[in-house]
């Protein structure tokens, strides 16, 4: 069974940086793209960055310049590098994999960290 557990979310001021990480586990034979969403309270699923597996970035208007993403295929893991954090970036942030097992081919998503940019 495959496994996506982020980790590092947590409480930081605005202006502070964090970073998540999401390790992907199990019958694993490639992962296509990889990729981080955000849910905020009341309001839909927003992708924040994706990654493609040769390491192309893609990332929303919102925060550009202010995040980057990064994978080792190696190791199976993707992280995203919050920097200049500001309240309005407090959600849920989930881990989204595009990836073949050894008998199919699915999408899957870990079940989200927390951050809250508060002071």
């Known amino acids: 069974q495959v496994q996506l557990v982020e980790s590092g979310g947590g409480l930081v001021q605005p202006g502070g940086s964090l970073r998540l990480s999401c390790a992907a586990s199990?019958?694993?034979?490639?992962?296509?793209?990889m990729a981080w969403y955000r849910q905020a309270p009341g309001k839909e699923r927003d992708l924040v960055a994706a990654i493609t597996r040769v390491g192309i970035p893609t990332y929303a208007d919102f925060v550009k310049g202010r995040f980057t993403i990064s994978r080792d295929n190696a190791k199976n893991q993707v992280d995203l590098q919050m920097k200049s954090l500001k309240p309005e970036d407090t959600a849920v942030y989930y881990c989204?994999?595009?990836?073949?097992?050894?008998?199919?081919?699915?999408?899957?998503w870990g079940k989200g960290t927390l951050v809250t940019v508060s002071s």
């Open positions: 199990g019958r694993i034979a490639s992962i296509n793209d």
């Open positions: 989204y994999a595009r990836l073949f097992t050894t008998s199919r081919v699915g999408d899957y």
